[in-house]
């Protein structure tokens, strides 16, 4: 059985920047970004989060359907992670954009929606990214392997997503634009994994 390339490896585990440094940053951070920037009541904010998993409890299963039954020239993963590009960039975008509604309703409507819409595309993105293994190498040293690289990214992507956010944010005299930027920067460094 012929051994995966180092190259390969690195672009599968890069990946994994997304699916760790993002869930590190959301669970980190998100309900202070809902509470103090928002201004949205705790309570509410943790329903906002709730939901979203209800949602995922029915979305992972039908993204598994979906994207086994994908068929296209580029195979039945690929569409997912080029779209990748694009829709990962948008959701941690808009998931720290300080929406600025005089209105609360209207900012738990915005809350909801763009935590939905994090959620959906994390499904779109890594659900087809994890059934990749079987996919790359039937062999079992080959995949452990992959899952070593996988699991690198993944810890720095969780440190990263631990430590970096406030300081970026406080680099800002505004903090409402701080967490704008963070989410920006954030959302350049997930999505760019996806291009390879």
Same mark, same amino acid.
């Given at each position: 059985m012929s051994k995966l390339p180092v190259r390969t490896k690195v672009i599968f585990g890069?990946?994994?920047? =997304? $699916? $760790?440094? +993002?869930?590190?940053? !959301? $669970? =980190?951070?998100?309900?202070?970004?809902?509470?103090? /920037?928002?201004q949205i009541r705790p309570a509410v904010a943790g329903s906002i989060i709730l939901v979203s998993k209800l949602w995922d409890a029915v979305s992972d299963p039908m993204m598994g359907v979906i994207t086994d039954r994908t068929r296209s020239r580029l195979g039945q993963r690929r569409p997912w992670f080029i779209a990748a590009i694009f829709? /990962? =960039?948008?959701? !941690?975008?808009?998931?720290?954009?300080? +929406?600025? =509604?005089?209105?609360?309703? +209207?900012r738990i409507v915005w809350a909801a929606f763009a935590y939905l819409f994090f959620s959906t595309v994390s499904t779109t993105v890594m /659900? %087809?990214?994890?059934?990749?293994? %079987? /996919?790359?190498?039937?062999?079992?040293?080959?995949?452990?392997s992959l899952n070593a690289f996988k699991m690198a990214f993944s810890f720095i992507a969780g440190i990263v997503a631990a430590t970096v956010p406030m300081m970026l944010v406080a680099s800002f005299t505004d903090l409402r634009r701080g967490w +704008?930027?963070? $989410?920006?920067?954030?959302a350049v460094l997930y999505a760019l994994p996806w291009i390879g």
């Open positions: 890069s990946a994994d920047l =997304f $699916g $760790g440094g +993002a869930l590190n940053l !959301v $669970g =980190f951070y998100y309900l202070i970004f809902l509470t103090d /920037v928002m829709t /990962v =960039f948008l959701a !941690v975008s808009l998931l720290w954009y300080p +929406a600025d =509604f005089a209105s609360e309703t +209207a /659900v %087809p990214y994890m059934s990749m293994l %079987p /996919v790359l190498t039937p062999d079992y040293q080959e995949r452990t +704008a930027a963070m $989410g920006i920067i954030f």
